[in-house]
T-cell receptor, first 114, second 111 residues
Framework: SQTIHQWPATLVQPVGSPLSLECTVEGTSNPNLYWYRQAAGRGLQLLFYSVGIGQISSEVPQNLSASRPQDRQFILSSKKLLLSDSGFYLC?????????????FGQGTRLTVV | DAKTTQPTSMDCAEGRAANLPCNHSTISGNEYVYWYRQIHSQGPQYIIHGLKNNETNEMASLIITEDRKSSTLILPHATLRDTAVYYCIVRVVSYGQNFVFGPGTRLSVLP
């Protein structure tokens, strides 16, 4: 069966520090991968998605970047965190193919920038 | 921007059916309707999806109007554990096959 791993679960980082959040998927090949952010009390905002290794599309210009060095690995990074980067970050995957497939989410990383 | 409109919040008595509406008047022919829910501080959980026909699974039923401009998620016997934010999503079938979430409906199941 397929599983998605996201870590760390919680993170407190000072302003200006770098960030690296990692997400890996098991049990599937060539998944679509997504990074979402949820600010406190808000809905989910799509940040990045990837349909293959090295292929990243950004939905929102921001202080963050994403990379996909391996088929089932998706990394969210920042060189210098801002206070506004605080939030709940979620990784998700879906199978490639038609629009009839659902997305599966990890348990999220709660980032607090102080 | 999300392509769906949902009420901000709803209440439902425990044991009764919860009917959550969603408007998606600009849906196109190849777009599916998806429902997810998010319990506090967890990742969203897939519930159900459909294209034209009504769908049912072990969690819920999805009723899509004939013109596909609206749908209703039905939880037949709501429990306290169904308290969550419910998201209705119209799937953009394009490069990346994105899932665009709106603010959702906060369902409170009351004892």
């Amino acid at each position: 069966s397929q599983t998605i791993h996201q870590w760390p679960a919680t993170l407190v980082q000072p302003v200006g520090s770098p960030l690296s959040l990692e997400c890996t998927v098991e049990g599937t090949s060539n998944p679509n991968l997504y990074w979402y952010r949820q600010a406190a009390g808000r809905g989910l905002q799509l940040l990045f998605y990837s349909v293959g290794i090295g292929q990243i599309s950004s939905e929102v210009p921001q202080n963050l970047s994403a990379s996909r060095p391996q088929d089932r690995q998706f990394i969210l990074s920042s060189k210098k965190l801002l206070l506004s980067d605080s939030g709940f970050y979620l990784c998700a995957w879906s199978e490639t193919g038609t629009g009839g497939t659902e997305a599966f989410f990890g348990q999220g990383t709660r980032l607090t920038v102080v | 921007d999300a392509k769906t409109t949902q009420p901000t919040s709803m209440d439902c008595a425990e044991g009764r059916a919860a009917n959550l509406p969603c408007n998606h008047s600009t849906i196109s022919g190849n777009e599916y309707v998806y429902w997810y829910r998010q319990i506090h501080s967890q990742g969203p959980q897939y519930i159900i999806h459909g294209l034209k026909n009504n769908e049912t699974n072990e969690m819920a039923s999805l009723i899509i109007t004939e013109d596909r401009k609206s749908s209703t998620l039905i939880l037949p016997h709501a429990t306290l554990r169904d308290t969550a934010v419910y998201y209705c999503i119209v799937r953009v079938v394009s490069y990346g096959q994105n899932f665009v979430f709106g603010p959702g409906t906060r369902l409170s199941v009351l004892p």
